[in-house]
Protein backbone atom coordinates (compact mmCIF):
# COMPACT_ATOMS: atom_id res chain seq x y z
CA UNK A 1 0.00 0.00 0.00
CA UNK A 2 1.64 3.35 -1.21
CA UNK A 3 -0.53 6.78 -0.44
CA UNK A 4 0.05 10.08 -1.79
CA UNK A 5 -0.04 13.18 0.47
CA UNK A 6 -1.71 16.03 -0.85
CA UNK A 7 -0.60 18.47 1.73
CA UNK A 8 0.07 21.59 -0.07
CA UNK A 9 -2.91 23.66 1.95
CA UNK A 10 -2.34 21.72 5.60
CA UNK A 11 1.79 21.15 6.03
CA UNK A 12 1.69 20.35 9.46
CA UNK A 13 -0.21 17.28 8.28
CA UNK A 14 3.43 16.08 6.82
CA UNK A 15 4.68 15.18 10.78
CA UNK A 16 2.15 12.82 11.13
CA UNK A 17 3.18 10.23 8.49
CA UNK A 18 3.97 6.73 10.05
CA UNK A 19 7.66 6.80 9.01
CA UNK A 20 7.83 3.10 7.40
CA UNK A 21 4.68 4.18 5.52
CA UNK A 22 5.37 4.06 1.32
CA UNK A 23 4.23 7.31 0.38
CA UNK A 24 5.29 10.25 -1.65
CA UNK A 25 4.19 14.19 -1.80
CA UNK A 26 2.86 15.98 -4.23
CA UNK A 27 0.98 19.30 -4.37
CA UNK A 28 -1.00 21.12 -7.43
CA UNK A 29 0.32 24.02 -8.92
CA UNK A 30 -1.19 27.41 -8.57
CA UNK A 31 -3.41 26.75 -11.64
CA UNK A 32 -4.71 23.72 -9.76
CA UNK A 33 -3.41 21.52 -12.20
CA UNK A 34 -0.34 18.94 -11.49
CA UNK A 35 3.05 19.10 -13.13
CA UNK A 36 4.34 15.94 -14.66
CA UNK A 37 6.58 15.07 -12.26
CA UNK A 38 3.51 14.85 -9.89
CA UNK A 39 1.63 13.18 -11.84
CA UNK A 40 4.71 10.20 -12.36
CA UNK A 41 5.02 10.30 -8.59
CA UNK A 42 1.49 8.96 -7.87
CA UNK A 43 1.58 6.47 -10.88
CA UNK A 44 1.69 3.63 -7.90
CA UNK A 45 -0.24 5.02 -5.19
CA UNK A 46 -3.59 2.74 -4.00
CA UNK A 47 -4.57 6.01 -1.82
CA UNK A 48 -4.79 9.54 -1.77
CA UNK A 49 -4.85 11.75 1.11
CA UNK A 50 -5.92 15.33 0.68
CA UNK A 51 -6.33 18.18 2.18
CA UNK A 52 -7.61 20.98 0.04
CA UNK A 53 -6.25 19.91 -3.31
CA UNK A 54 -7.68 19.25 -6.24
CA UNK A 55 -8.77 15.45 -7.43
CA UNK A 56 -10.05 15.44 -10.95
CA UNK A 57 -9.54 13.85 -14.04
CA UNK A 58 -6.07 14.42 -14.60
CA UNK A 59 -4.86 13.43 -11.40
CA UNK A 60 -7.08 10.48 -11.14
CA UNK A 61 -5.97 9.01 -14.72
CA UNK A 62 -2.03 9.45 -13.44
CA UNK A 63 -2.91 6.93 -10.28
CA UNK A 64 -5.10 3.97 -12.13
CA UNK A 65 -4.54 2.05 -9.03
CA UNK A 66 -5.89 4.69 -6.92
CA UNK A 67 -9.08 2.96 -4.31
CA UNK A 68 -9.43 5.62 -1.11
CA UNK A 69 -9.55 9.54 -1.60
CA UNK A 70 -9.49 10.36 1.98
CA UNK A 71 -10.30 14.51 2.60
CA UNK A 72 -8.51 15.17 5.69
CA UNK A 73 -10.38 17.23 7.70
CA UNK A 74 -13.66 16.75 6.26
CA UNK A 75 -15.08 12.96 7.17
CA UNK A 76 -15.90 12.10 3.76
CA UNK A 77 -14.34 10.92 0.31
CA UNK A 78 -14.33 13.16 -2.47
CA UNK A 79 -13.86 12.64 -5.84
CA UNK A 80 -15.06 15.05 -9.35
CA UNK A 81 -18.23 14.62 -10.79
CA UNK A 82 -17.12 14.49 -13.72
CA UNK A 83 -14.82 11.64 -12.97
CA UNK A 84 -17.76 9.36 -10.89
CA UNK A 85 -19.84 9.98 -14.13
CA UNK A 86 -16.90 7.88 -16.32
CA UNK A 87 -17.26 5.30 -13.99
CA UNK A 88 -19.37 2.21 -14.46
CA UNK A 89 -22.31 3.40 -11.65
CA UNK A 90 -25.74 4.29 -11.92
CA UNK A 91 -25.37 7.51 -9.75
CA UNK A 92 -26.53 9.84 -12.51
CA UNK A 93 -29.97 7.78 -12.62
CA UNK A 94 -30.20 8.48 -9.86
CA UNK A 95 -29.60 11.62 -9.67
CA UNK A 96 -32.19 12.45 -12.45
CA UNK A 97 -34.78 10.05 -10.64
CA UNK A 98 -34.69 12.31 -7.15
CA UNK A 99 -33.56 16.38 -8.54
CA UNK A 100 -29.77 15.89 -7.24
CA UNK A 101 -30.45 15.26 -4.03
CA UNK A 102 -28.47 12.63 -2.05
CA UNK A 103 -29.17 11.11 1.00
CA UNK A 104 -27.03 9.16 3.27
CA UNK A 105 -25.46 7.97 6.73
CA UNK A 106 -22.90 9.87 8.07
CA UNK A 107 -19.78 7.60 8.39
CA UNK A 108 -20.93 4.96 11.39
CA UNK A 109 -18.35 2.28 11.49
CA UNK A 110 -17.19 2.81 15.26
CA UNK A 111 -20.79 2.97 16.24
CA UNK A 112 -22.49 0.95 13.90
CA UNK A 113 -26.44 1.35 12.86
CA UNK A 114 -28.33 -0.61 15.47
CA UNK A 115 -30.58 -2.86 13.57
CA UNK A 116 -34.32 -3.95 15.13
CA UNK A 117 -34.75 -7.21 13.58
CA UNK A 118 -36.89 -9.30 16.03
CA UNK A 119 -38.76 -12.47 15.45
CA UNK A 120 -42.15 -12.12 14.08
CA UNK A 121 -45.72 -13.71 14.66
CA UNK A 122 -46.91 -12.67 10.93
CA UNK A 123 -47.99 -15.40 9.32
CA UNK A 124 -45.76 -17.40 7.10
CA UNK A 125 -42.89 -16.17 9.27
CA UNK A 126 -39.92 -18.26 9.96
CA UNK A 127 -36.45 -17.58 11.73
CA UNK A 128 -34.78 -18.61 7.90
CA UNK A 129 -36.63 -15.27 6.59
CA UNK A 130 -35.13 -13.53 9.95
CA UNK A 131 -31.51 -14.78 8.97
CA UNK A 132 -32.11 -14.15 5.22
CA UNK A 133 -32.92 -10.50 6.38
CA UNK A 134 -29.76 -10.64 8.91
CA UNK A 135 -27.73 -11.67 5.84
CA UNK A 136 -29.01 -8.90 3.52
CA UNK A 137 -27.07 -6.61 5.97
CA UNK A 138 -24.20 -8.50 5.92
CA UNK A 139 -23.53 -8.58 2.48
CA UNK A 140 -24.22 -4.99 2.45
CA UNK A 141 -21.86 -4.58 5.11
CA UNK A 142 -18.61 -7.01 3.49
CA UNK A 143 -18.78 -4.16 0.19
CA UNK A 144 -15.70 -2.21 0.84
CA UNK A 145 -15.59 1.74 0.69
CA UNK A 146 -18.83 2.47 2.29
CA UNK A 147 -18.46 3.42 6.22
CA UNK A 148 -21.64 2.05 7.53
CA UNK A 149 -21.69 -1.14 9.74
CA UNK A 150 -24.86 -2.72 11.20
CA UNK A 151 -25.39 -4.36 14.72
CA UNK A 152 -28.42 -6.28 15.11
CA UNK A 153 -29.95 -5.45 18.59
CA UNK A 154 -33.09 -6.74 20.61
CA UNK A 155 -34.66 -3.59 21.84
CA UNK A 156 -36.32 -1.03 19.13
CA UNK A 157 -35.43 1.71 21.95
CA UNK A 158 -32.92 4.11 20.70
CA UNK A 159 -32.19 1.73 17.23
CA UNK A 160 -31.31 3.28 13.68
CA UNK A 161 -32.95 1.06 11.70
CA UNK A 162 -36.22 -1.15 12.55
CA UNK A 163 -36.99 -4.20 10.52
CA UNK A 164 -41.19 -5.05 10.57
CA UNK A 165 -42.78 -7.93 8.94
CA UNK A 166 -46.30 -7.77 7.43
CA UNK A 167 -48.16 -10.83 5.89
CA UNK A 168 -48.48 -8.77 2.37
CA UNK A 169 -48.53 -5.84 0.56
CA UNK A 170 -51.95 -4.77 -0.95
CA UNK A 171 -49.89 -3.83 -4.27
CA UNK A 172 -47.06 -5.46 -6.10
CA UNK A 173 -44.63 -5.29 -3.97
CA UNK A 174 -42.34 -7.67 -1.33
CA UNK A 175 -40.53 -4.58 0.96
CA UNK A 176 -40.02 -1.20 1.31
CA UNK A 177 -37.80 0.89 3.00
CA UNK A 178 -38.75 4.18 4.64
CA UNK A 179 -35.81 7.06 5.52
CA UNK A 180 -36.13 10.10 7.21
CA UNK A 181 -33.28 12.69 6.30
CA UNK A 182 -32.56 16.10 7.51
CA UNK A 183 -32.33 19.08 5.50
CA UNK A 184 -28.37 18.44 4.49
CA UNK A 185 -29.47 15.09 3.05
CA UNK A 186 -27.88 13.28 6.18
CA UNK A 187 -30.07 10.13 7.45
CA UNK A 188 -31.22 9.61 10.50
CA UNK A 189 -33.17 6.78 10.77
CA UNK A 190 -34.49 4.28 8.72
CA UNK A 191 -37.89 1.44 8.77
CA UNK A 192 -37.54 -1.26 6.75
CA UNK A 193 -41.06 -3.55 5.96
CA UNK A 194 -40.33 -7.18 4.70
CA UNK A 195 -43.34 -9.36 3.19
CA UNK A 196 -43.78 -13.35 4.26
CA UNK A 197 -46.49 -13.18 0.78
CA UNK A 198 -46.49 -11.72 -2.39
CA UNK A 199 -49.46 -9.25 -2.35
CA UNK A 200 -51.46 -12.11 -4.17
CA UNK A 201 -50.74 -14.29 -1.14
CA UNK A 202 -48.12 -16.70 -2.72
CA UNK A 203 -45.42 -17.60 0.93
CA UNK A 204 -41.90 -15.89 0.00
CA UNK A 205 -38.75 -17.99 0.48
CA UNK A 206 -35.89 -17.47 2.42
CA UNK A 207 -33.60 -16.82 -1.11
CA UNK A 208 -36.66 -14.21 -2.13
CA UNK A 209 -36.78 -12.22 1.35
CA UNK A 210 -32.81 -12.11 0.70
CA UNK A 211 -33.23 -10.29 -2.34
CA UNK A 212 -36.02 -8.05 -1.75
CA UNK A 213 -33.76 -7.22 1.61
CA UNK A 214 -31.02 -6.55 -0.24
CA UNK A 215 -32.56 -4.17 -2.64
CA UNK A 216 -34.22 -2.17 0.05
CA UNK A 217 -31.13 -2.08 2.38
CA UNK A 218 -29.73 -0.32 -0.73
CA UNK A 219 -32.70 2.28 -0.54
CA UNK A 220 -32.01 2.39 3.33
CA UNK A 221 -28.56 3.05 2.59
CA UNK A 222 -29.51 6.04 0.23
CA UNK A 223 -29.33 4.43 -3.23
CA UNK A 224 -32.06 5.24 -5.86
CA UNK A 225 -32.57 2.60 -8.48
CA UNK A 226 -30.21 1.51 -11.27
CA UNK A 227 -31.35 1.62 -15.20
CA UNK A 228 -29.80 -1.57 -15.80
CA UNK A 229 -32.07 -4.86 -14.76
CA UNK A 230 -28.97 -6.87 -14.31
CA UNK A 231 -28.27 -4.50 -10.92
CA UNK A 232 -29.82 -5.48 -7.45
CA UNK A 233 -30.90 -2.00 -7.46
CA UNK A 234 -33.06 -2.30 -10.45
CA UNK A 235 -36.72 -1.69 -9.68
CA UNK A 236 -37.79 -5.05 -9.94
CA UNK A 237 -34.70 -7.03 -9.69
CA UNK A 238 -34.58 -10.63 -9.51
CA UNK A 239 -30.89 -10.25 -8.93
CA UNK A 240 -29.47 -12.43 -6.06
CA UNK A 241 -25.60 -10.87 -5.37
CA UNK A 242 -25.16 -7.19 -4.93
CA UNK A 243 -23.44 -6.17 -8.77
CA UNK A 244 -19.76 -4.37 -9.39
CA UNK A 245 -22.13 -1.65 -10.57
CA UNK A 246 -23.99 -1.54 -6.94
CA UNK A 247 -20.74 -1.45 -4.84
CA UNK A 248 -19.57 1.00 -7.19
CA UNK A 249 -22.79 3.47 -6.49
CA UNK A 250 -22.80 2.93 -3.09
CA UNK A 251 -19.14 3.27 -2.76
CA UNK A 252 -19.07 6.99 -4.54
CA UNK A 253 -22.54 8.03 -2.95
CA UNK A 254 -20.82 7.39 -0.11
CA UNK A 255 -17.88 9.60 -1.10
CA UNK A 256 -20.08 12.49 -1.44
CA UNK A 257 -21.22 14.98 0.76
CA UNK A 258 -25.15 14.46 0.94
CA UNK A 259 -27.43 17.52 -0.30
CA UNK A 260 -27.95 19.34 -3.68
CA UNK A 261 -25.71 17.95 -6.06
CA UNK A 262 -26.93 19.45 -9.22
CA UNK A 263 -24.45 18.67 -12.72
CA UNK A 264 -22.98 21.52 -14.17
ZN1 LIG B 1 -36.67 0.03 -5.11
Known sequence: MKVAFLTKARPETLDRIPADLPHVVVHAGPDG???????????????????????????????????????????YNTLELE????????LGAMLAANDSFLRRWPARVDRPLRVYLPESDVPGYTVEMGQAARNAFARWER?????????????????????????????????????????????????????????????????AVYTVALHEIG??????????????????????????????TAQLLYGLPPGSLKLP
Not at 83 to 90: L, V
Not at 179 to 185: E, F, K, L
Not at 230 to 239: A, F, G, L, N, Q
Open 33 to 75: TYGPEALAAVADVDALMVSAEPVGEQLLAACPRVKIVQRMGVG
Open 83 to 90: AIARRDTY
Open 143 to 207: VGGIPVSFEVVDDSAGSDVQVRWIEHFSFERAGQADIVWDRRGWIVEGTLTLATHTFTGDLLGPD
Open 219 to 248: HLLGLGHSDDPRDVMYPSTEVHDLTLRDRQ
